[in-house]
């Protein structure tokens, strides 16, 4: 899903609208569950993102290119890239 100083870290996210919001959680390969806090679908097809893990809150801003995402994730201390694809 991304990568950060200790190696890659992988991992899955699923986006749902209800209600007429966007919603998500990340499932990570650790087997650790996470709502994403906001979900945003801004102009030019950019995806942002908020992620509370609990002990800070990272930042995910993707453009979105048909089934593919490239981006990046971070906070304050720094950010590191971001690449996937859709899954249906």
Not at 34 to 41: A, G, H, I, P
Not at 56 to 66: A, D, N, R, W
């Amino acid at each position: 899903m991304y990568f950060s100083r200790q190696g890659d870290l992988t991992g899955k996210f699923k986006i749902e609208k209800k209600e007429g919001k966007l919603h998500g959680e990340v499932y990570t390969s650790e087997g650790e569950t996470f709502t994403f806090s906001k979900v945003e679908l801004k102009e030019d097809d950019v995806l942002y993102m908020e992620l509370n893990t609990g002990y800070e809150i990272l930042e995910i801003t993707l453009t979105v290119k048909g089934k593919a995402y490239e981006g990046t994730v971070g906070n304050e201390q720094g950010s590191f890239p971001m690449t996937g694809e859709k899954i249906e």
